[in-house]
Nanobody
């Protein structure tokens, strides 16, 4: 059974940094990609950043230049710098592979002004 577990969420002041981690277990074989999403209040879930097995990355315009995604075999990290209050949200990790998306339970990031 595939499990995706996030960690690293916390309360931080605006301008600060956080590093989120995510590990996918129970996987036999290689994933196609992993990534991070968030769901702003009242809005649909939105992409934050993704990274493919080949190392290609994609970022939302709102985080480009501030966030950096990296990964190594079934683990993905999100380095978040220059955090803003509008980055406050639950961040969900997703592992993509075998025709499916495996989601974690999320980790809360709160940025105070």
């Amino acid at each position: 059974q595939v499990q995706v577990v996030e960690s690293g969420g916390d309360l931080v002041q605006a301008g600060g940094s956080l590093r989120l981690s995510c590990a996918a277990s129970g996987i036999t074989g290689s994933l196609d990609a992993m990534g991070w999403y968030r769901r702003p209040q009242g809005k649909q879930r939105e992409l934050v950043a993704t990274i493919t097995s080949g190392g290609s990355t994609n970022y939302a315009a709102t985080v480009k230049g501030r966030f950096t995604i990296s990964g190594v075999k079934n683990k993905v990290y999100l380095q978040m710098n220059s955090l803003k209050p509008e980055d406050t949200d639950i961040y969900y990790c997703v592992a993509l592979g075998f025709g499916r998306a495996y989601w974690g339970q999320g980790t809360q990031v709160t940025v105070s002004s």
